[in-house]
Each structure stands twice: as structure tokens, then as C-alpha cells.
């Protein structure tokens, strides 16, 4: 996308770097134009790790990762704000990509699942952010087919922009009736604590790791048992790289045990 939006011509590639944990890659044009490329969530999220001024965003969903939308769409509701204010963007491409990985038959049923998960987030920014979900078909893992379309969409409205002069300005964030704490971190909380209530102890989720009657392989589990293997290996004195081959080897006896819970697919 980088290099159709500057005609293919020469690009400078940063070293990558690391801010509060969070890989950022950056790419310059000879033109004086920037983007950074970085990963998208609540506990790295461009505005409260990195603050750079911003013309544009874009955001890029996994349509076929239908297990981590709720998780995609939570990050974006509670992240909009600290881009919007520190970054001073105000117009941003939702992009549904990896469509050519979605079986067709199932396509449109994920496309119009993600477009209105999103759709209940971006709608609360009507009239200030000039947001955009892009569902093209086509949108590809493997090439830029479906991306000219998007690049040219962009491209009219920074030109738009440059003949009208800036249109950055500040708002408010949202704020519960205390004033104390963003809303959207108030129901975070709220769905966090409900989630904990009904999660089982640690010794009963353990069991069901090793024994390979946990229900689901989610997100929240995934983490879990993350923490689950560091506490393991370090109560032995074991390192990061002891870490990976008990997840995996747990992973690997999950698959076993049902292929169609836990499909085999790489994992890092």
C-alpha cells in the first residue's frame, strides 16, 4: 500500500523500533511522507505509546479471524479517543482483508459479521472522524489486489483537505457522569470483572490444559495459558525459549485430542 500511494518510487526502509514494547516499522519517501506500520490494541495503541501527528489511518481486520473480532472491535472502541487526541487524525480506512483465506461459502456471512461489529463502534464518532469500512472483495492476503481502489479513495481526500487547509482540532473525551474515567474503559472493566466471575479457578483451568477438556481456545485462554507456561518454566528456572516448547507441546496435545477445536496452524 506504501508504494502505490507514492507511484512506486523509492522508499526508505527504517530499522524497526521498539516503544513500550510495541515493534514499529517505519517507511520514508523521498516526497517528505511517512507511514509506520505497528500492531493494533488496547495495551500498545498508537496514541498513548507512540504520539505522532497523523493525516490518515488504517486499520486492518483479519475477516477470517472470526474468533478475535469481539476482541478487535472492544480495542477499537476504547482506542479511537487516543488516536483521535493525540494524534489530531481525524479520517481513518477500516480495511477486511484475508478475504481470499474465508471459504466462499462462509464470505459474506464473516465480511457482514466484522462490517457491523464495527459499524456499532465508528457510528458513536459520526460527523467528527471520517471513517470508512472497506469490505471489497477480493481484499487479499497474499497480493494488493482490491488496495488502488482504497489508495485512490485516500489520495481524494488529502487533496480535499490540502484545498480547504487543516481541519484538526481537539475534543473532549468521553467521560462517565463522575468525570473520572473514559466510559469505554468503565465497561471494559465491568465486561472484565463479569468474565472473571464466570471463569474457573486457576487449578480447575490448569486441569482442563492438561487433561484437554478446556472448552474453547480463545483469546483470553490463549493468554492464560501463556501465563500458566512462564510461571511453570521459571518454577524450574527455565527461560523464554523453554517457554515456547511447552506452548506448543500443550498446543500440539490439544490438537490431538480434537483437530477440529484446535486446527493445526502455525503459531508463534
Not at 497474499?142 to 488529502?158: C, K, P, R
Request: aromatic share 8%; charged share 25%.
Amino acid at each position: 500500500m506504501h508504494r502505490l500511494m507514492q507511484g512506486a518510487k523509492e522508499v526508505e526502509r527504517v530499522p524497526p523500533n521498539y516503544i513500550a514494547g510495541q515493534l514499529i516499522e517505519t517507511f520514508r519517501f523521498k516526497n517528505g511522507s511517512t507511514y509506520e506500520l505497528m500492531s493494533f490494541g488496547v495495551q500498545n495503541t498508537l496514541g498513548s505509546n507512540h504520539p505522532q501527528k497523523a493525516d490518515f489511518a488504517v486499520l486492518v481486520i483479519d475477516v477470517n479471524g472470526q474468533d478475535r473480532l469481539p476482541e478487535a472491535v472492544e480495542e477499537l472502541s476504547i482506542s479511537l479517543s487516543f488516536i483521535r487526541n493525540e494524534t489530531e487524525c481525524r479520517a481513518m480506512w477500516i480495511l477486511l482483508n484475508k478475504q481470499d483465506l474465508v471459504p466462499d461459502a462462509l464470505r459474506e456471512q464473516y465480511v457482514d459479521k466484522a462490517r457491523r461489529g464495527l459499524a456499532s463502534v465508528t457510528a458513536r464518532w459520526a460527523g467528527d472522524w471520517t471513517v470508512r469500512i472497506v469490505d471489497t472483495p477480493g481484499l487479499s492476503a497474499h497480493t494488493n489486489d482490491g488496495m488502488q481502489a482504497v489508495v485512490d479513495e485516500i489520495a481524494v481526500f488529502l487533496k480535499n483537505r490540502e484545498g480547504t487547509g487543516p481541519l484538526r482540532h481537539a475534543i473532549e473525551k468521553v467521560q462517565d457522569p463522575q468525570g473520572s474515567v473514559p466510559l469505554d474503559h468503565k465497561l471494559s472493566e465491568a465486561r472484565i470483572l463479569e468474565t472473571n466471575e464466570a471463569a474457573p479457578s486457576s487449578d480447575a483451568f490448569w486441569r482442563s490444559i492438561l487433561d484437554c477438556t478446556i472448552e474453547s481456545w480463545d483469546h483470553y485462554n490463549h493468554l492464560r495459558v501463556g501465563y500458566f507456561v512462564m510461571l511453570e518454566a521459571a518454577d524450574v528456572g527455565k527461560g523464554m525459549v523453554a517457554c515456547s516448547d511447552m506452548f506448543v507441546l500443550l498446543l500440539k496435545r490439544l490438537r490431538e485430542a480434537d483437530s477440529k477445536e484446535f486446527p493445526k496452524s502455525p503459531h508463534r
